[in-house]
C-alpha cells in the first residue's frame, strides 16, 4: 500500500514534452496547473486541482533560463504545501548551478547548496535528480535524494551503435573519470579507459594538456555529464583525433548548449552525440540524437509512490 493514496504529477514551463511523456508513462493526466507571469514579470502559479494528501511529483529542470525555471519550480512547491500536498517531491531532471558546488577561491559563494536549501524551505520533501556533476551534493540536503544515472540508457545505444568494435571510452576531464568508469559496468566485455587533462584559461575556453590511455585504433566514445559551451568536447574530439582515433562518438547526459554550442560541435569529427531529454531542445542538428529518460523516471515515480527500492533499477541485469 503506497504510503499517499493518489500520485499527483504537475509541472512548469522548464520541460512540457518530458513531463507529458512521464505522465505517460505512469498513465496519469498532468495536474491542471496554471503557470505563467503578472505583468511585472513575477512568476503566477495556479493549481486548479485538489491535491489534499497527494503525493506530489513537480518536474521541473532548472536549465536555462535558469533563474526563470529555479523560481517557477520554488513557487509551484509553495503552493503545492499551502494546498496542503501529502508529500512534494521536487524532480529535477538537470539540477542547475550544480557546477559551483565549491569554493575555487576566496568570496566566491556555493550556489549548489543555496539551491538545496530553497527547494527545502519552500517545501519539498524528497528530490529526484540525475547525474549531477558532483554527487555530494546529495549531502547538501537533509531530505531523501534520489540520483539517477542516464548511463545505463546510454551505454546500450552505444552498444547498439557500435557492436563487434574496438572500443574506449574518454573521460574530457580528471573528474570525468568516476562516471566513465561507471558508464564502462554497462558493457559486458572488457572496454579500456582514457582520460584528457584540461585547464580552463578562461572559463568558457578548453585547453587541454594531456591524454592517458590508447585510442589509436580504436572508436572514440567521450562520456561527460553536460555540454553547455561545448568547449570540452570539442577539445577532446581534436586529441584523440590527433592521436589515431578512428571515430569518435559521444555519450552526454545534459544538453545545456549554450548559444553557438550545437554549431560548434557540427564542425567537429564527432559522428554523433548522444544526449538525453532532461532539457528541453526543441531544434538540433543531425548529428544529435536523444534518448529519452521518461520511461526510467515514470519507473522511479511509482517505486517512490509505492515504495519500492530505486538504486536496484540501475543495475545492469535490470530492464528498464
Ligand atoms: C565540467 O567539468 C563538466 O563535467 C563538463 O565537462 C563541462 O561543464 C562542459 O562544459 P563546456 O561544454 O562549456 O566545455
Known amino acids: 500500500m503506497p504510503a499517499f493514496e493518489r500520485m499527483v504529477l504537475m509541472t512548469g514551463n522548464a520541460n512540457r514534452p518530458l513531463a507529458q511523456h512521464i505522465a505517460e508513462c505512469v498513465r496519469r493526466p498532468l495536474a491542471r496547473v496554471l503557470v505563467s507571469r503578472f505583468r511585472d514579470g513575477e512568476t503566477q502559479v495556479l493549481i486548479e486541482d485538489d491535491i489534499r494528501n497527494a503525493d506530489v511529483f513537480i518536474v521541473q529542470p532548472t536549465s536555462p533560463p535558469v533563474n526563470e525555471n529555479l523560481m517557477e519550480l520554488l513557487v509551484l512547491i509553495d503552493a503545492a504545501r499551502r494546498a496542503s500536498a501529502g508529500r512534494i517531491t521536487a524532480v529535477l531532471p538537470y539540477y542547475g548551478y550544480s557546477r559551483q558546488e565549491k569554493k575555487t577561491r576566496g568570496r566566491e559563494p556555493i550556489t549548489a547548496k543555496l539551491v538545496a536549501n530553497l527547494l527545502t524551505t519552500a517545501g519539498a520533501n524528497r528530490i529526484l535528480t540525475v547525474d549531477l556533476t558532483n554527487p555530494a551534493i546529495e549531502g547538501f540536503f537533509d531530505i531523501p535524494v534520489d540520483h539517477l544515472t542516464a548511463a545505463k540508457l546510454l551505454a546500450t545505444r552505444i552498444k547498439e551503435l557500435c557492436y563487434d568494435e574496438e572500443i574506449v571510452l574518454v573521460a574530457p576531464d580528471e573528474g570525468a573519470v568516476r562516471r566513465v568508469d561507471h558508464f564502462r559496468r554497462y558493457f559486458h566485455r572488457e572496454v579500456p579507459l582514457a582520460v584528457i587533462f584540461k585547464d580552463r584559461p578562461r572559463p568558457d575556453e578548453v585547453k587541454v594538456v594531456g591524454l592517458v590511455g590508447d585510442v589509436t585504433g580504436k572508436t572514440a566514445v567521450l562520456v561527460d555529464d553536460i555540454i553547455s559551451t561545448g568547449?570540452?568536447?570539442?577539445?577532446?574530439?581534436?586529441?584523440?583525433?590527433?592521436?589515431?582515433?578512428?571515430?569518435?562518438?559521444?555519450?552526454?547526459?545534459?544538453?545545456?548548449?549554450?548559444?553557438?554550442?550545437?554549431?560548434?560541435?557540427?564542425?567537429?569529427?564527432?559522428?554523433?552525440?548522444?544526449?538525453?531529454?532532461?532539457?528541453?531542445?526543441?531544434?538540433?542538428?543531425?548529428?544529435?540524437?536523444?534518448?529519452?529518460?521518461?520511461?526510467?523516471?515514470?519507473?522511479?515515480?511509482?517505486?517512490?509512490?509505492?515504495?519500492?527500492?530505486?538504486?536496484?533499477?540501475?543495475?545492469?541485469n535490470v530492464p528498464l
Open 231 to 316: 568547449g570540452t568536447l570539442t577539445a577532446a574530439a581534436e586529441e584523440v583525433q590527433k592521436r589515431g582515433a578512428t571515430r569518435i562518438l559521444a555519450a552526454v547526459t545534459h544538453p545545456v548548449l549554450a548559444e553557438g554550442a550545437a554549431e560548434r560541435l557540427a564542425e567537429t569529427s564527432i559522428e554523433r552525440i548522444l544526449i538525453t531529454d532532461t532539457i528541453y531542445t526543441p531544434e538540433l542538428p543531425p548529428l544529435f540524437e536523444v534518448v529519452t529518460l521518461a520511461p526510467l523516471l515514470g519507473e522511479v515515480l511509482n517505486r517512490i509512490h509505492f515504495g519500492i527500492s530505486v538504486s536496484e533499477l540501475m543495475r545492469n
